[in-house]
């Protein structure tokens, strides 16, 4: 029997920090939170395959929104601007 089957695959706090381009502290903040569960054995963290995987899916913005709001800007009517004389400063 494989020894990856019984046990599902497990991150360390650096490789989850490498995977999601975050520091070290920031995923012990995290863990801290509550926001991405991990299991503590002695001194160190490890982060289940399917909570680092939920914790993305969470973060990431669904594919049916979208990622930028384009905004429409109408000019001044006495100058021709897109911002009327006398709000910039």
Known sequence: MALNKVRPKVYTVPEIAQ???ISQRVVRDLIRKGELPALRIGR?????RKAADAYLARALPSSSHPTVK???R???DQTGFLFPV???Q
């Open 19 to 21: 995977l999601f381009s």
């Open 44 to 48: 160190s963290y490890r982060i289940p």
């Open 70 to 72: 384009t905004r429409t």
């Open 74 to 76: 109408g000019k001044d």
């Open 86 to 88: 006398g709000t910039m």
